[in-house]
């Protein structure tokens, strides 16, 4: 009896690690721990990869794991801190300063984050909101949601 219950406790544990490993947080079809490596975000999938690779985003659904900078967080989730352009945990003059040529550039950043009007692209007015927002008491930028 006692060898019964060892084997069925046995056949759970290795059910219950199976079931683990194959953990999708935000069902985006992008496992958390895709790389069956035992440890969820040790290898992030690099820009566009969906195969052999951790969700660089676990709990944002972007099935197509776009991460335009290659930093191994994905687009959908690197916008941390709005207005943090160069994610130094502060927002001041220096994202201003990094914020102006993402504008021709936009992916040299976190899309989410340089977008701080939230209008899905980056110009000017990203820029002029930033500036607003540091010296004349305007809105707080906020996280983008395109990439
Ligand atoms: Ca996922
Ligand atoms: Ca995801
Ligand atoms: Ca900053
Ligand atoms: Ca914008």
Do not use: R
């Given at each position: 009896m006692i060898k019964i219950m060892t084997f069925t406790m046995a056949i759970l544990l290795v059910l219950a690690?199976?079931?683990?490993?194959?953990?999708?947080?935000?069902?985006?079809?992008?496992?958390?721990?895709?790389?069956f490596s035992g440890i969820a975000g040790d290898n992030p999938c690099a820009n566009m990869q969906t195969q052999n690779c951790d969700d660089n985003c676990p709990l944002n659904h972007?099935?197509?794991?776009?991460?335009?900078?290659?930093?191994?967080?994905?687009?959908?989730?690197?916008?941390?801190?709005?207005?943090?352009?160069?994610?130094?945990?502060?927002?001041?003059?220096?994202?201003?300063?990094?914020?102006?040529?993402?504008?021709?550039e936009p992916h040299s950043v976190c899309f989410n984050t340089a977008d701080t009007n939230g209008n899905g692209v980056i110009n000017i007015l990203d820029i002029t909101q930033l500036i607003a927002f540091l010296y004349k008491g305007g809105p707080a930028p906020v996280c983008g949601t395109t990439y």
């Open positions: 690690t199976c079931v683990f490993a194959q953990v999708d947080t935000d069902n985006d079809g992008i496992l958390d721990d895709g790389d972007n099935p197509q794991q776009e991460d335009f900078d290659n930093d191994g967080v994905g687009e959908a989730c690197c916008c941390v801190l709005p207005g943090d352009i160069n994610g130094d945990g502060s927002v001041n003059i220096l994202d201003i300063i990094q914020l102006m040529p993402a504008i021709f």
